[in-house]
Protein backbone atom coordinates (compact mmCIF):
# COMPACT_ATOMS: atom_id res chain seq x y z
CA UNK A 1 0.00 0.00 0.00
CA UNK A 2 1.85 3.47 -1.08
CA UNK A 3 1.70 6.00 1.41
CA UNK A 4 -1.41 8.20 -0.68
CA UNK A 5 -3.64 4.94 -0.35
CA UNK A 6 -2.51 4.05 3.23
CA UNK A 7 -5.99 4.13 5.78
CA UNK A 8 -6.22 7.15 7.31
CA UNK A 9 -6.08 6.23 11.40
CA UNK A 10 -7.11 8.65 13.98
CA UNK A 11 -3.07 9.15 14.90
CA UNK A 12 -2.11 9.70 11.56
CA UNK A 13 -4.62 12.33 11.13
CA UNK A 14 -4.07 14.28 14.40
CA UNK A 15 -0.30 13.75 13.15
CA UNK A 16 -1.04 16.14 9.70
CA UNK A 17 -0.81 18.88 12.05
CA UNK A 18 3.05 18.76 12.77
CA UNK A 19 3.65 18.02 9.07
CA UNK A 20 1.76 21.01 8.10
CA UNK A 21 -0.51 19.14 5.54
CA UNK A 22 -4.01 20.77 5.69
CA UNK A 23 -6.18 18.52 6.22
CA UNK A 24 -9.81 18.15 4.13
CA UNK A 25 -12.91 16.69 5.37
CA UNK A 26 -16.38 16.24 3.66
CA UNK A 27 -19.29 14.92 4.96
CA UNK A 28 -21.55 12.00 3.08
CA UNK A 29 -24.78 9.86 3.95
CA UNK A 30 -24.76 7.43 1.88
CA UNK A 31 -23.15 4.60 -0.22
CA UNK A 32 -22.52 6.38 -4.22
CA UNK A 33 -21.23 9.43 -2.79
CA UNK A 34 -19.14 8.25 0.16
CA UNK A 35 -16.97 5.82 -2.41
CA UNK A 36 -16.55 8.79 -4.34
CA UNK A 37 -15.25 11.25 -1.79
CA UNK A 38 -13.29 8.37 -1.00
CA UNK A 39 -11.63 7.85 -4.43
CA UNK A 40 -11.11 11.78 -4.99
CA UNK A 41 -8.76 12.04 -1.97
CA UNK A 42 -10.52 13.29 0.94
CA UNK A 43 -9.04 13.02 4.47
CA UNK A 44 -11.92 12.72 6.43
CA UNK A 45 -15.88 12.08 6.16
CA UNK A 46 -17.89 12.76 8.42
CA UNK A 47 -21.61 11.33 8.65
CA UNK A 48 -23.12 14.55 9.98
CA UNK A 49 -26.39 15.22 11.79
CA UNK A 50 -26.60 17.65 9.03
CA UNK A 51 -28.50 14.86 7.46
CA UNK A 52 -31.40 15.96 9.67
CA UNK A 53 -31.43 19.26 7.07
CA UNK A 54 -30.43 18.37 3.87
CA UNK A 55 -31.48 14.39 3.94
CA UNK A 56 -34.56 13.98 5.28
CA UNK A 57 -35.57 18.06 4.74
CA UNK A 58 -35.90 19.39 8.69
CA UNK A 59 -35.18 22.89 9.44
CA UNK A 60 -32.44 22.36 11.69
CA UNK A 61 -30.11 18.83 12.84
CA UNK A 62 -32.32 18.23 16.35
CA UNK A 63 -34.84 15.75 14.80
CA UNK A 64 -32.48 13.55 13.62
CA UNK A 65 -32.19 9.75 15.79
CA UNK A 66 -29.33 7.44 17.02
CA UNK A 67 -30.44 4.71 14.49
CA UNK A 68 -30.97 6.99 11.90
CA UNK A 69 -27.26 8.13 12.50
CA UNK A 70 -26.40 4.55 12.75
CA UNK A 71 -27.99 3.70 9.48
CA UNK A 72 -26.40 6.16 7.56
CA UNK A 73 -23.22 5.55 9.27
CA UNK A 74 -23.21 1.89 8.25
CA UNK A 75 -23.56 2.45 4.95
CA UNK A 76 -20.83 4.76 4.76
CA UNK A 77 -18.35 3.03 6.64
CA UNK A 78 -18.82 0.48 3.90
CA UNK A 79 -18.14 2.78 1.16
CA UNK A 80 -14.82 3.75 2.34
CA UNK A 81 -11.27 2.21 2.37
CA UNK A 82 -9.30 4.89 3.06
CA UNK A 83 -10.70 7.91 4.57
CA UNK A 84 -11.08 8.44 8.18
CA UNK A 85 -14.77 8.00 9.09
CA UNK A 86 -16.35 10.00 11.71
CA UNK A 87 -20.49 9.78 13.16
CA UNK A 88 -21.67 12.73 14.50
CA UNK A 89 -23.82 11.45 18.27
CA UNK A 90 -26.82 13.36 17.76
CA UNK A 91 -28.69 15.48 20.06
CA UNK A 92 -29.10 14.60 23.27
CA UNK A 93 -27.00 11.09 22.98
CA UNK A 94 -24.55 13.00 25.06
CA UNK A 95 -26.64 14.99 27.49
CA UNK A 96 -28.05 12.50 29.78
CA UNK A 97 -24.72 11.54 31.37
CA UNK A 98 -21.57 9.65 30.73
CA UNK A 99 -22.74 5.75 30.78
CA UNK A 100 -24.97 6.96 28.68
CA UNK A 101 -22.71 8.55 26.27
CA UNK A 102 -20.66 5.88 26.04
CA UNK A 103 -23.22 3.45 25.49
CA UNK A 104 -24.40 5.67 22.70
CA UNK A 105 -20.83 6.14 21.25
CA UNK A 106 -20.37 2.84 21.25
CA UNK A 107 -23.49 1.21 19.23
CA UNK A 108 -21.57 3.56 16.76
CA UNK A 109 -18.62 2.08 16.79
CA UNK A 110 -20.12 -1.68 16.90
CA UNK A 111 -22.73 -1.27 14.18
CA UNK A 112 -20.85 0.61 12.06
CA UNK A 113 -17.15 0.57 10.48
CA UNK A 114 -16.76 3.93 11.26
CA UNK A 115 -13.45 4.70 14.15
CA UNK A 116 -14.63 8.37 15.83
CA UNK A 117 -17.48 9.97 17.22
CA UNK A 118 -18.33 14.04 17.02
CA UNK A 119 -19.84 15.92 19.54
CA UNK A 120 -20.81 19.51 20.13
CA UNK A 121 -19.15 21.29 23.30
CA UNK A 122 -16.35 21.87 25.01
CA UNK A 123 -15.82 23.12 28.86
CA UNK A 124 -19.45 22.06 29.53
CA UNK A 125 -18.65 18.55 27.92
CA UNK A 126 -14.80 18.01 28.80
CA UNK A 127 -16.28 15.45 31.39
CA UNK A 128 -18.19 13.02 28.26
CA UNK A 129 -15.04 13.94 26.22
CA UNK A 130 -12.97 12.01 28.98
CA UNK A 131 -15.39 9.14 29.90
CA UNK A 132 -15.29 8.44 25.66
CA UNK A 133 -11.90 8.17 25.30
CA UNK A 134 -11.34 6.49 28.44
CA UNK A 135 -13.64 3.71 26.85
CA UNK A 136 -11.25 4.04 23.64
CA UNK A 137 -13.64 5.74 21.54
CA UNK A 138 -11.86 8.81 19.60
CA UNK A 139 -13.50 12.08 19.92
CA UNK A 140 -13.73 14.80 17.88
CA UNK A 141 -14.93 17.88 19.96
CA UNK A 142 -16.98 20.71 17.61
CA UNK A 143 -16.70 24.20 19.26
CA UNK A 144 -18.13 27.90 18.47
CA UNK A 145 -21.58 27.64 16.60
CA UNK A 146 -23.40 24.72 18.13
CA UNK A 147 -26.22 24.16 15.50
CA UNK A 148 -27.56 21.86 17.85
CA UNK A 149 -28.41 24.68 20.22
CA UNK A 150 -30.00 27.09 17.86
CA UNK A 151 -33.32 27.16 19.83
CA UNK A 152 -30.82 28.65 22.99
CA UNK A 153 -28.88 30.77 20.13
CA UNK A 154 -31.47 32.09 19.09
CA UNK A 155 -30.29 31.34 15.37
CA UNK A 156 -27.25 30.32 13.33
CA UNK A 157 -24.76 33.21 14.84
CA UNK A 158 -21.35 33.93 14.56
CA UNK A 159 -19.67 33.24 17.94
CA UNK A 160 -17.45 36.14 18.60
CA UNK A 161 -15.99 35.49 21.83
CA UNK A 162 -12.62 34.46 21.92
CA UNK A 163 -12.10 33.54 25.34
CA UNK A 164 -14.87 31.18 25.58
CA UNK A 165 -13.79 29.50 22.21
CA UNK A 166 -10.67 29.22 23.82
CA UNK A 167 -11.66 27.89 26.96
CA UNK A 168 -14.15 25.43 25.24
CA UNK A 169 -11.06 24.20 22.65
CA UNK A 170 -8.52 23.64 25.12
CA UNK A 171 -11.08 21.72 27.22
CA UNK A 172 -11.89 19.23 24.64
CA UNK A 173 -7.97 18.92 23.89
CA UNK A 174 -7.39 18.40 27.30
CA UNK A 175 -10.25 15.62 27.52
CA UNK A 176 -8.64 13.50 24.95
CA UNK A 177 -10.14 14.91 21.82
CA UNK A 178 -8.25 14.18 19.00
CA UNK A 179 -9.43 17.03 16.97
CA UNK A 180 -11.80 19.76 16.65
CA UNK A 181 -14.21 21.49 14.31
CA UNK A 182 -14.32 25.11 14.72
CA UNK A 183 -17.76 26.47 13.19
CA UNK A 184 -18.66 30.11 12.56
CA UNK A 185 -15.96 31.99 14.32
CA UNK A 186 -14.16 35.57 13.11
CA UNK A 187 -10.88 34.16 11.25
CA UNK A 188 -8.55 36.21 13.62
CA UNK A 189 -9.88 33.91 16.36
CA UNK A 190 -9.85 30.78 14.58
CA UNK A 191 -6.75 31.06 13.47
CA UNK A 192 -5.39 32.17 17.34
CA UNK A 193 -7.05 29.51 18.49
CA UNK A 194 -5.50 27.21 15.79
CA UNK A 195 -1.88 27.98 17.17
CA UNK A 196 -2.39 27.24 20.80
CA UNK A 197 -3.52 23.92 20.26
CA UNK A 198 -1.79 20.56 19.60
CA UNK A 199 -4.40 18.70 17.99
CA UNK A 200 -5.81 20.09 14.84
CA UNK A 201 -8.94 22.53 14.15
CA UNK A 202 -11.25 21.86 11.13
CA UNK A 203 -12.91 24.79 9.99
CA UNK A 204 -16.20 25.77 8.88
CA UNK A 205 -17.11 29.43 8.41
CA UNK A 206 -14.10 30.03 9.94
CA UNK A 207 -11.41 31.10 7.41
CA UNK A 208 -8.28 29.86 6.01
CA UNK A 209 -6.02 29.97 9.56
CA UNK A 210 -7.60 26.39 10.98
CA UNK A 211 -5.76 23.36 9.67
CA UNK A 212 -7.96 21.53 7.97
CA UNK A 213 -11.56 22.56 5.90
CA UNK A 214 -15.17 21.36 6.34
CA UNK A 215 -18.13 21.36 4.40
CA UNK A 216 -21.56 19.90 3.71
CA UNK A 217 -21.25 17.82 0.76
CA UNK A 218 -24.84 19.07 -0.15
CA UNK A 219 -23.78 22.80 -0.09
CA UNK A 220 -20.41 21.87 -2.53
CA UNK A 221 -22.62 20.18 -4.82
CA UNK A 222 -25.47 22.96 -5.12
CA UNK A 223 -27.66 20.27 -4.14
CA UNK A 224 -29.21 22.00 -0.82
CA UNK A 225 -32.88 22.60 -0.97
CA UNK A 226 -33.32 25.05 2.05
CA UNK A 227 -30.89 27.40 4.19
CA UNK A 228 -27.22 27.40 2.54
CA UNK A 229 -24.64 29.81 4.69
CA UNK A 230 -22.63 32.13 2.92
CA UNK A 231 -19.45 31.26 4.28
CA UNK A 232 -19.65 27.79 1.68
CA UNK A 233 -18.69 27.34 -1.60
CA UNK A 234 -20.50 25.95 -4.62
CA UNK A 235 -18.44 23.70 -6.83
CA UNK A 236 -20.98 22.30 -9.03
CA UNK A 237 -24.43 22.61 -9.80
CA UNK A 238 -26.16 19.27 -9.47
CA UNK A 239 -29.34 20.85 -8.61
CA UNK A 240 -29.30 22.29 -12.38
CA UNK A 241 -28.10 18.78 -13.84
CA UNK A 242 -30.04 16.56 -12.23
CA UNK A 243 -33.50 18.56 -13.19
CA UNK A 244 -32.10 19.14 -16.88
CA UNK A 245 -31.43 15.25 -17.05
CA UNK A 246 -34.92 14.21 -15.04
CA UNK A 247 -36.57 16.56 -17.49
CA UNK A 248 -34.85 15.40 -20.90
CA UNK A 249 -35.95 11.80 -19.68
CA UNK A 250 -39.45 13.25 -19.00
CA UNK A 251 -39.22 14.49 -22.46
CA UNK A 252 -37.88 11.50 -24.22
CA UNK A 253 -40.51 9.09 -22.48
CA UNK A 254 -43.18 11.48 -23.93
CA UNK A 255 -42.23 11.24 -27.18
CA UNK A 256 -41.15 7.42 -27.57
CA UNK A 257 -37.39 8.35 -28.23
CA UNK A 258 -37.12 6.01 -25.07
CA UNK A 259 -36.60 3.18 -24.97
CA UNK A 260 -36.77 4.40 -28.73
CA UNK A 261 -36.73 1.10 -31.42
CA UNK A 262 -33.05 -0.45 -30.55
CA UNK A 263 -33.04 -3.69 -29.64
CA UNK A 264 -33.13 -4.33 -25.67
CA UNK A 265 -29.76 -6.54 -25.24
O1 LIG B 1 -23.35 17.95 10.87
C1 LIG B 1 -22.47 18.46 10.18
O2 LIG B 1 -22.47 18.39 8.94
C2 LIG B 1 -21.40 19.18 10.87
C3 LIG B 1 -20.45 19.97 10.03
C4 LIG B 1 -21.13 21.19 9.57
C5 LIG B 1 -19.20 20.27 10.75
O3 LIG B 1 -21.32 19.14 12.05
Redesign the pocket.
Known sequence: MSATTQRMTVPRFTALKSKGRRISML?AYDFPFAALLDQAGVDAI?V????SMVVQGHDS?LPVTLDQMIYHAEIVGRAVARALVVV?MPFPTFHLGRTTAVAHAARILKETRCQAV?LEGGVEQADTIAALVAAGIPVMG?VGLR?QAVHQLGGYRMHRDGEQLLADARAAQDAGAFAV?V?CVPPEIAARVTAQLAIPTIG?GAGSGCDGQ?L?LHDLLGLTMGYVPRFARQYADLRTTVTEAVAAYCRDVATGNFPGTEPTP
Open positions: TLGDSLTDKHPVEIVV
